[in-house]
């Protein structure tokens, strides 16, 4: 059974940085690009950040380019998001996502986690 | 990166069917068929229903169907059940290897 286990988030003051982790477990971790993608409180989804298999490929949405990284360690079944220069509107809950599909960042995102919160505030 | 474009709400009786569009771009939806609509409950991780525009994940209900013309993706639920009340979001990888998603659509079964 695929699982995505997120952690890391939490309060944090504007400017501060943080950084999430999702566990993965449930299938070959290094076959398969993965996504960061939030939902704001009682808003949309909105892609954040995606990294390929390898590392290779990596991209991210414009608005959070310059401020946050995404990596994985394929040895540890993980995936991280270091989140730097956090604004107010970076305040959501974060879903790390399995991809899956021919390029190379997946083509659909099959698998979910349940989310960690991220709250940004003074 | 633009939103795709879907409408706020759509609404349907039991049985009935129900059509969610969700408009793009040449950058996204009309440049690829790599189309997936999303469902999500309250409370609830989304849930992939459609990929590659029409395509069914194992284990989802053939009532869910997908299509695309141009531009302009669409997501039908037939027999709308009450189960069927959710929140879907269209969604299509892009020409700068990204992804972009609807604003999103709630369904509400009367």
């Known amino acids: 059974e695929v699982q995505l286990v997120e952690s890391g988030g939490g309060l944090v003051q504007p400017g501060r940085s943080l950084r999430l982790s999702c566990a993965a477990s449930g299938f070959t971790f290094d076959d398969y690009a993965m996504h960061w993608v939030r939902q704001a409180p009682g808003k949309g989804l909105e892609w954040v950040s995606g990294?390929?298999?390898?590392?290779?490929?990596?991209g991210y949405a414009d608005s959070v380019k310059g401020r946050f990284t995404i990596s994985r360690d394929n040895a540890k079944n993980s995936l991280y998001l270091q989140m730097n220069s956090l604004r107010a509107e970076d305040t959501a809950l974060y879903y790390c996502?399995?991809?899956?599909?021919?390029?190379?960042?997946?083509?659909?995102?099959?698998?979910w986690g349940q989310g960690t919160l991220v709250t940004v505030s003074s | 990166q633009s939103a795709l474009t879907q409408p706020a709400s759509v609404s349907g009786s039991p049985g009935q069917s129900i059509t969610i569009s969700c408009t793009g771009h040449s950058s996204d939806v009309n440049g690829y068929n790599f189309v997936s609509w999303y469902q999500q409950h309250p409370g609830k991780a989304p849930k992939l229903m459609i990929h590659d525009v029409s395509d069914r994940p194992s284990g989802v209900s053939n009532r869910f169907s997908g299509s695309k013309s141009g531009n302009t993706a669409s997501l039908t639920i037939s027999g709308l059940q009450a189960e069927d009340e959710a929140d879907y979001y269209c969604s299509s990888y892009t020409s700068s290897s990204t992804y972009v998603f609807g604003a999103g659509t709630k369904v509400t079964v009367l």
């Open positions: 996502a399995k991809a899956v599909g021919e390029t190379s960042f997946g083509t659909r995102l099959d698998y």
């Open positions: 990294i390929s298999w390898s590392s290779g490929s990596i």
